[in-house]
């Protein structure tokens, strides 16, 4: 009869820790993802290309949801035989938070609310560029194992302002406001910064995360 008891309580004991794990979910855990894009566009000897590269960590706050920041690089660029035409590098700084829903198994949804700030200067022009914007997405993050996950994303509505102070003369500013919409380029950014379509963000976005 103490063995059963023993045996009874120790699994008790187990059954227990395992919920208060589950309940308390992703919470304390940290997370580091990264977004990636390049493109290029080459029309007899001018090639226009777009690099860019966006570090994103942040920490579960609660067991759905997580805050975090992006520090990254954009890289616009124009080249030809006669040499660079535009070459333009951007710092991007984003705070941003998260909200987990689990859909089924493994796979979750999630909204995310971001404030992208991104400043820099076209170069060949000393052309300055600043933006700030509002973004709100949503997604859906895979987790292939418990510190490996697949994740993407697409922008639901977003608001930036863009103003681009030239050297000598008046400043430029850029409103944009949309609903669900898709890669559309504004024709100031293509002929103040060159490169290929340059968009300062992206409304889709794929990437690897991994937590630990």
């Known amino acids: 009869m103490k063995k059963i008891l023993t045996f009874v309580s120790i699994a008790l004991i187990g059954l227990s820790a395992k919920a208060q794990d589950s309940n308390q979910g992703l919470k304390g855990a940290w997370f580091a993802t990264s977004q990636f894009g390049y493109q290029q566009t080459k029309n007899a000897d001018v090639k226009n290309t777009n690099l860019s590269v966006l570090p994103i960590v942040g920490t579960f706050i609660t067991p759905s949801v997580a805050v975090g920041a992006a520090v990254g690089y954009i890289n616009i660029k124009s080249d030809s035989n006669a040499g660079t035409a535009s070459k333009t590098d ?31 200067k076209e170069k060949e022009s000393e052309l300055k560029v600043n933006q700030v914007g509002l973004a709100l997405s949503g997604g859906f993050d895979y987790f292939v194992t418990k510190n490996f996950s697949v994740e993407f994303s697409y922008d639901l509505a977003n608001f930036t302002s863009t103003t681009l102070k030239p050297e000598n003369g008046e400043k430029t500013t850029v409103t944009n406001f949309s609903l669900a919409h898709v890669a559309n380029v504004d024709a100031t950014y293509t002929g103040a910064l060159g490169g290929s379509n340059p968009n300062l963000t992206s409304p889709i976005s794929v990437g690897f995360k991994f937590l630990f």
């Open 90 to 120: 951007l710092i991007v700084i984003e705070p941003l938070a998260r909200k987990y829903w689990n859909v089924a198994g493994s796979l979750y949804f999630f909204g995310q609310l971001a404030l992208p700030v991104i400043t820099g």
